[in-house]
């Protein structure tokens, strides 16, 4: 009788605390398109670990952010509510925590559900590691460089705004450094707070001296600890946000193959109204399309992008191998997501903050543990149907069995990562700011401005959306239809 009672005991302690569940390792990677491997956005993109990690589990080929920027976006994946709910429309919105104080954090969900919940570097856009048991988070951000070493005084900073911005600053080996490395002039309103990040190119310093680096370490750390409680392990990379900066060797492969500027139309904002060119050109997220080409910095630009995207890559293999070799690594979900989209040029824009594909569209790998595995589909799968970083929370819901929030505005993925290839019919809203919003289906793309303008692309026959189609009467029924949608969310 006492054995019976000792093991019904047992039982009860296992379930609730989370004990035979799968462990979580969510990583986050900052600015990134589709210049991957697997997504072949860009002939010279060269990310092997993530292209070993879509040919595990599921890629996602046409996934889109909820708002393309850093906050909003961040925002709607932990809490899994619609911008218009949140009230974090945009970076300048303000914190979540400050907006929704009722959201119920996805980390929170996880921990209340039995979970050891750990996070490290940018997952919320502030202030997001108060919602973990853990967090570590680091001063060498987007750089080699503390926070304080990059920040302009009040007597360097009217260089800032000039043709010839020079910030003195030193490396970590004491060698003395010009800022920004590219010597182009700000194209955004000067700060004291920060340097200028709209810069590129490599540093010859150790890789630790990079925040990733450290991130990576961190987290590996963790992935080796022996606890009996399940593990949600959040890894938040900066990179390749701007200033894009890696260290110098992955620099190196672009003195015998130079960056390959991506495809651009000369006449691609003449078929928009004037809200849609104003998007386009404002140097709002980055800086501008005619500062770059004015001192010849299109090219560079591209090469620190690719860079950025391929030193990530080498420390998200890092990670993922610790994982491998772990006591967890049968047993792990994996998600591997990017916040948003970036423009290098094309509609003449830098950065993200646009309706338009180049910010909208992002990287989305999800990876059964290999325990579930024949539950799921095999490795290498491809699902081409639009779905939102906003499903990723009601996943983890059903995939972890959370207790989770009441209501979720997305949808569980469970069903498409058992079978890719059916047809959903869907379409996935992106918000740039209030009243500005994207709809994409599986072939078309409809935007929708405050102003009331409209532009129309079908992406089967125009993927780099340069024709909008919406002032063609034999595309009214279609524009009238996507049109609809937008009037019910309103």
């Known amino acids: 009788m006492r054995s019976l009672v000792f093991l019904l005991l047992t039982l009860i302690l296992m379930c609730t605390s989370g004990a035979g569940r799968p462990h979580v390792l969510f990583i986050a990677v900052d600015d990134l398109n589709d ?8 002939p010279q993109a060269l990310t092997p670990n993530m292209d070993r990690l879509a040919a595990r589990g599921i890629l996602f080929t046409n996934a889109h952010c909820v708002s393309p920027a850093c906050n909003p976006s961040r925002a709607a994946v932990f809490s899994g509510r619609m911008p218009d709910v949140t ?30 919940t750990r996070g490290a570097g940018k997952l919320l856009h502030s202030r997001g590691g108060k919602s973990f048991g853990e967090y570590y988070g680091v001063n060498q ?39 920004p490395l590219n010597r182009m002039p700000s194209d955004r309103k000067p700060t004291l707070t920060d340097g200028e990040s709209f810069d590129w190119g490599g540093w010859d310093v150790q890789d630790t001296d990079f925040g990733d680096t450290k991130i990576t370490d961190w987290a590996i750390g963790k992935l080796k600890e022996r606890e009996r409680d399940p593990l949600f392990l959040a890894v938040g990379y900066y990179r390749p946000h701007i200033p894009l900066w890696a260290p110098k060797r992955f620099f190196d492969r672009f003195k015998d193959d130079p960056g390959k500027l991506p495809p651009v139309k000369g006449s691609d904002l003449n078929d928009l109204g004037e809200m849609g060119r104003k998007w386009a050109r404002e140097a709002v997220t980055a800086g501008s399309h005619a500062t770059v080409v004015e001192y010849g910095q299109w090219q560079a630009a591209v090469e620190g992008y690719l860079a950025c995207t391929t030193y990530v890559d080498y420390e998200i293999g890092r990670l993922l191998k610790a994982l491998d070799q772990s006591a967890m690594g049968e047993d792990t979900w994996i998600i591997l997501w990017s916040d948003h989209g970036w423009h290098l040029g094309e509609k003449e824009h830098w950065g993200k903050w646009t309706g338009w594909e180049r910010s909208t569209r992002v990287p ?112 009214a029924t279609t524009l009238k239809r996507f049109a609809a949608r937008v009037s019910r969310k309103d």
Request: overall charge positive; aromatic content about 8%; some cysteine.
């Open 141 to 179: 951000r987007w750089s080699p460089l503390s926070k304080e070493e990059v920040k302009y005084t009040r007597k360097e900073l009217p260089s800032k705004a000039t043709a010839n911005p020079r910030h003195l600053t030193k490396d970590s080996l004491g060698r003395k450094v010009v800022l």
């Open 364 to 475: 989305l790998i999800v990876v059964p543990p290999r325990t579930k595995a024949e539950k799921f589909a095999g490795g290498g799968s491809r699902c081409h149907q639009p779905v939102s970083l906003l499903d990723l929370y009601p996943t983890l819901v059903k995939l972890c069995d959370l207790q989770g929030p009441e209501t979720l505005d997305g949808q569980s993925l469970e069903p498409l990562l058992r079978k890719p290839s059916r047809s959903t019919g869907r379409v996935v809203t992106t918000t740039f700011d209030r009243g500005n919003i994207s709809l994409r289906g599986e072939r078309w793309r409809y935007i929708r401005y405050a102003s009331g303008e409209e532009e129309l692309y079908d992406l089967k026959s125009d993927p780099n959306e340069w024709s909008n189609l919406a002032g063609r009467p034999e595309h």
């Open 35 to 42: 210049w991957i491997g697997c997504l072949e956005g860009h």
């Open 87 to 116: 009230g974090v429309w945009s970076n300048q919105s303000g914190s979540l925590s400050r907006r929704y104080p009722e959201a119920r954090l996805l980390s929170t969900a996880f921990a209340e559900s039995g979970y050891r």
